[in-house]
């Protein structure tokens, strides 16, 4: 049973710095392309980063702040963000797919997180 569990969120300052993190189990972690998504409150769920086989993508709005990387022995990724915005207040949700894209749209994961809550205070 595939497992994605989100950790790192919580309530910080504008300007402040959070590192998610994201436990995935039940799968072939090292082969999966791994993505961060976020949802804010009556929007979308939209695209953060995403790692994989090509390398690192980041949407505009967090390029230069947001960092995500991998550790494939601790079956774990990571989403450091730093420069925080009260824009960036929103559930981030973790995902698992093997997907052979860039990892930009959501339909390209197959396993997804309950998130965890991020709230930039201004």
């Known amino acids: 049973q595939v497992q994605v569990v989100e950790s790192g969120g919580g309530l910080v300052q504008a300007g402040d710095s959070l590192r998610l993190s994201c436990a995935a189990s039940?799968?072939?972690?090292?082969?999966?392309?791994m993505g961060w998504f976020r949802q804010a409150p009556g929007m979308e769920r939209e695209f953060v980063a995403a790692?994989?086989?090509?390398?690192?993508y980041y949407a505009d709005s967090v390029k230069g702040r947001f960092t995500i990387s991998r550790d494939n022995a601790r079956n774990t990724v990571y989403l450091q963000m730093n420069s925080l915005e009260p824009e960036d207040t929103a559930v981030y949700y973790c995902?698992?797919?093997?997907?052979?894209?860039?990892?930009?749209?959501?339909?390209?994961?197959?396993?997804w997180g309950l998130g965890t809550q991020v709230t930039v205070s201004s």
């Open positions: 995902a698992a797919g093997l997907t052979s894209l860039f990892g930009r749209n959501a339909d390209e994961y197959a396993y």
């Open positions: 790692i994989n086989w090509r390398g690192t």
């Open positions: 039940g799968l072939a972690f090292s082969t999966y392309a």
